[in-house]
């Protein structure tokens, strides 16, 4: 699939469909636990497409599971039936310890679970994208190091750092021409802790990487979105742009139609409604409205696709959900 003209089709659509981070709630629809939902390709590869059945999207979309890359690290994480892994402590604490950190083979832990996954998805669905989920490569190294610890060692451990993420981005090239060998058309990064950073050390830090990163991953035939949910995403748009990627996606903690105005028009913009405050914690009604009055803010950028500002939970009202998607097929129908 050629996703340069995909990404050409979304933005001329006049009735735009929406793409949310959208895969842990279909749990309930299925009736299994997380713990087990994350160790099985074949549970995994039925949870998205059930999903493209419940809903319509114009992509199939794999999990937003953060802890996966760091497992193969070494990592220990904690499981849980109703809610997502989490990465516990570090194992990352100074540079003599970074120097001997071995980068893991692609398809150790559960990184074959998911490459599986996505496989059996390809096998099935033709008439969309299939796009997979990683970390990125700050993300990933913040996890190493210890997340609370991240933002303050890139200035109290710079070499640390640095050797953590040339580690972290030699394996994410690998990792993710894995899944470009098993036929994905694209990949979702997540690189969330680099919205905790002052631009001028995300820059450093995390654009640097990211940037080789697609530079070596992103062809016609493979996108790359770069996700990033942080506040302080706003103030470094002008460098998320100098990425190069074919699509970038932001959390709700800006005010996306700031960030609008400096994306180039043939790059795809997607977010940003809150996906635990609105979508999870709110009604049907309200999920609706606040929507709807996203849609209308972006309403002048033919290059905005809707989407929620991360993953959304997995206990997450489908009631809800589906008003969302409500939302949308209302205003494109108005």
């Known amino acids: 699939m050629n996703m340069k003209e995909w990404v050409k089709q979304q933005i001329q659509k006049q009735r735009k469909i929406p793409l949310p981070v959208l895969s842990f709630p279909v ?3 299925m009736g299994v636990g997380i713990k087990e939902f994350i160790r099985s390709s074949e549970l995994q590869a039925e949870g998205m497409l059930r999903i493209i059945q419940e809903v319509d999207m114009p992509a199939a979309i794999s999990l937003m599971d953060l802890s996966v890359e760091a497992e193969a690290f070494g990592a220990e994480i904690k499981f849980f039936d109703k809610e997502i892994p989490a990465v516990l402590g570090k194992i990352i604490h100074d540079e003599i310890e970074a120097e001997e950190l071995r980068i893991p083979l692609v398809g150790t832990c559960r990184t074959s679970v998911n490459l599986k996954a996505v496989e059996l998805v390809k096998e099935k669905v033709t008439d969309r994208p299939v796009f997979a989920g990683t970390i990125g490569p700050f993300s990933l190294a913040g996890r190493l190091m210890g997340v609370s610890d991240a933002v303050v060692c890139v200035r109290r451990k710079p070499e640390m750092v640095k050797i953590l993420l040339e580690k972290a981005t030699q394996y994410l090239v690998d990792y993710i021409n894995a899944y470009k060998k098993i036929g994905a058309d694209g990949v979702l990064i997540a690189e ?6 002052a631009p001028k050390l995300a820059q450093q830090y ?3 990487y ?19 949910c942080g506040g302080s995403a706003a103030h470094m748009v002008d460098s998320v742009v100098e990425l190069g990627a ?8 800006i005010d996306l139609s700031e960030v609008m ?20 914690n709110g009604t049907p009604e309200t999920v609706y409205e606040n929507t709807l009055e996203l849609l209308e803010k972006n309403a002048g950028y033919p290059n905005y696709l809707l989407s929620t500002g991360c993953d959304i939970p997995p206990a997450t009202s489908w009631d809800n959900i589906r008003s969302f998607f409500k939302a949308a097929e209302d205003f494109y129908k108005g």
């Not at 105005?261 to 999870?280: E, Q, T």
């Open 27 to 29: 749990i309930q629809l």
């Open 192 to 197: 969330p802790l680099a919205g905790l950073l």
């Open 206 to 208: 995390s654009h640097i």
């Open 261 to 280: 105005p400096h994306i180039p028009s043939d790059r795809l913009v997607m977010g940003n409604v809150d996906p635990a405050g609105v979508v999870k």
């Open 246 to 253: 074919m699509g970038y996606h932001f959390g709700n903690a």
């Open 210 to 228: 990211m940037k080789k990163i697609i530079q070596k991953v992103q062809s016609e035939e493979f996108m790359v979105i770069y996700h990033n």
